[in-house]
């Protein structure tokens, strides 16, 4: 008995696809018996299994314990909720030893997928790879070998997390906390119920939208990073003169965020803000952040005390960096934000608002005087667009060459982030689709445009031109 997957459901940091053409309960039954092939030769025998609000989740979930059951793997089901509450269950129960989330993240409504926890450890990569191959050659454990078939059992987890959350505040003056005005937007996503038990536990005044789990998304489309999602979020702010407002992607591991003016605090920018927080705390941390964030956070980083280390773009990659280093706290630019400082390390969007409250009440600043002192830059969104996967990378390693030629200031962590007296621009190559993805930032706009002339020269010295906004 073999399985092939589609070839572009198994991604690098997670497995993803479209219900119904490229991803089915076929495929879920078939991630159960190779994840849990490998976890039963690692030692493992019982998996956290969770879903999110989409519509096609549970019918995944239930193929998915099938698969894990076959091969003797005993399920704990955690019911529906944010990846981050599955992590949660994963990293504090000492009988479990990996963890499986069904979720489409911030994809459209008809997509789905996996994010997988191996023994406490992030697993991507390579270890994806291994499951498509254990699936296509039958490898996985049958018969005898697979000994009795395992069982599942029903685990109530979300009262135990949110309490959990909640000790983010630890120690401030609850009293202080009590006249904060806050808005929240879960967009229909998994973290809405969360959300409902965590503000009822918090301090101050709680304006809530759209915490009722709804697959279609009816209201806006839950991914934070994209500001016309923030739209009903910043009329709340404003008609209610909010201190701030909080937003969260599908699956409630990504955090976006508006001061009480409306200005979008964007994830390199929420990095600033905990950073200052984090370093009175920790003196001398190291804080990791992707290559697409901000300079002024590295400056900041620097400023404050702190070891920035810039690092690879994609959740996986930077918790795997954190636990070789043992950084307190790093972020993407994406919105995932990792506490391993008074938390277990793994990417939050909730307890990160809850250290958004801290943050402010410890700084005594409000977030909207903590945006307002940020440096006025000029940057560019994600610029993404379409390339044939079998020439990203080359681009990518032909653009590379060329800089280094010319002496230019260039940093190789992940694709190529070039330094002018500008600012910086930055090309990669994205890892889960056929995309390049470039980003620039100056102190202004003739600045800008020099650097995106820059983008553009390269781009045509390897005969491609920017083109076509690529979706994500």
């Given amino acids: 008995m073999t399985h092939s997957f589609h070839s572009t459901v198994l991604r690098e940091y997670d497995i993803r696809g479209i219900i119904g053409e490229t991803l089915g309960a076929q495929d879920a039954r ?45 399920a704990v089901r955690v019911g529906m909720g944010p990846t981050p509450m599955l992590y949660y269950a994963e990293a504090s129960a000492e009988d479990v030893h990996g963890g499986i989330q069904i979720t489409g993240s911030h994809n459209p409504a008809n997509y789905n997928g996996f994010k997988i926890v191996f023994r406490g450890r992030p697993f991507f990569g390579a270890d994806i790879q291994k499951l498509g191959e254990i699936a296509r050659e039958g490898s996985w454990l049958t018969g005898e070998a697979a000994g009795p ?16 959350l909640t000790e983010g505040l630890a120690g401030l003056d609850r009293e202080k906390l009590s006249t904060l005005r806050i808005g929240w937007d879960a967009g229909n ?14 301090p101050g005044e709680h ?41 969260f992607d599908g699956d409630g591991d990504r955090i976006g965020a508006i001061d009480g003016q409306g200005r979008i605090i964007w994830g390199d920018q929420l990095l600033m803000i905990y950073a200052k927080d984090l370093l009175k705390l920790v003196p001398g941390a190291m804080i990791i952040a992707d290559v697409k964030a901000s300079q002024a956070l590295f400056d900041h980083v620097r400023e404050h005390g702190g070891k920035p280390l810039m690092w690879n773009t994609g959740h996986s ?37 809850v250290r958004l409250i801290a943050a402010s009440a410890r700084l005594g600043k409000s977030v909207t005087e903590l945006r307002g002192a940020m440096p006025p830059l000029v940057n560019t969104p994600e610029l993404r667009f379409q390339v044939d996967e079998s020439r990203k990378f080359a681009v990518v390693g032909e653009v590379k060459e060329r800089l280094s030629a010319s002496g230019a200031d260039v940093d190789a962590t992940d694709g ?18 056929d995309v390049l993805v470039a980003r620039a930032e100056s102190s202004d706009q003739a600045g800008l445009d020099r650097l995106l002339a820059q983008i553009d020269a390269q781009l045509a010295a390897s005969g491609l031109e920017r083109g076509e906004q690529a979706g994500h």
């Fill in 149 to 164: 078939r395992g069982g599942s059992e029903h685990r109530e987890v979300l009262t135990a997390y949110i309490a959990r």
């Fill in 207 to 247: 304006h809530l939208l759209f915490t009722d789990v709804d697959g279609h998304f009816p209201n806006h489309h839950p991914d934070p990073t994209e500001e016309k999602n923030l739209a009903d979020l910043r009329r709340l702010v404003a008609e209610k003169k909010l201190d701030f407002g909080v937003a």
């Fill in 189 to 202: 996503g998994a973290a809405g119920p969360a959300l409902e038990a965590l503000t009822k536990l918090l």
């Fill in 317 to 353: 990659l930077i918790k795997s960096k954190m636990k070789e280093t043992g950084a307190p706290l790093a972020g993407e630019m994406s919105g995932h934000v990792f506490f391993a400082h008074d938390y277990f390390g793994f990417d939050d969007a909730l307890y990160a608002a």
């Fill in 30 to 74: 078939a991630i159960g018996r190779a994840y849990g092939t490998l976890l039963r030769a690692d030692g493992g025998t019982r998996v956290a299994v969770g879903y999110d609000g989409r519509l096609s989740s549970p019918m995944l979930e239930e193929a998915l314990v099938e698969g894990l059951n076959d091969v003797g793997i005993y």
């Fill in 416 to 433: 190529v982030r070039v330094s002018t007296a500008d600012g910086w621009w930055l090309l990669r190559a994205s890892n889960t689709q």
